[in-house]
Nanobody
Framework: QVQLVESGGGLVQAGGSLRLSCAAS????????MGWFRQAPGKEREFVGR????????YYADSVKGRFTISRDDAKNTVYLQMNSLKPEDTAVYYC???????????????WGQGTQVTVSS
């Protein structure tokens, strides 16, 4: 079955960096968009960004544009979220997702990872 397994979360000071990984398995993802979402306490889950596995085109939410970068490693079937210049408001559980469909400002996940906590201290 499809599995998306995130890793790399943790505690970091404001201004610091973290890289999250999402190891994907269980099917071929060449036709999929791979994305990252996050959910802060008491808030709805929000779209962070996506990458099209084939071609590598990316799209980011305005809140992270210029600070976060999504990339993929075909050989490892892994997607990364490089987060720089982190702010306390970036604190959330970050989820990896995979979906066939993408809209202009998001995507429609068919599969989700279990999430990894990112905490940014001020």
């Amino acid at each position: 079955q499809v599995q998306l397994v995130e890793s790399g979360g943790g505690l970091v000071q404001a201004g610091g960096s973290l890289r999250l990984s999402c190891a994907a398995s269980g099917r071929a993802f060449s036709r999929y968009y791979m994305g990252w979402f996050r959910q802060a306490p008491g808030k709805e889950r929000e779209f962070v960004g996506r990458i099209r596995w084939s071609g590598g085109s990316t799209y980011y939410a305005d809140s992270v544009k210029g600070r976060f970068t999504i990339s993929r490693d075909d050989a490892k079937n892994t997607v990364y979220l490089q987060m720089n210049s982190l702010k306390p408001e970036d604190t959330a559980v970050y989820y990896c997702a995979a979906g066939i469909l993408a809209q202009g400002t998001g995507m429609s996940p068919d599969y989700w990872g279990q999430g990894t906590q990112v905490t940014v201290s001020s």
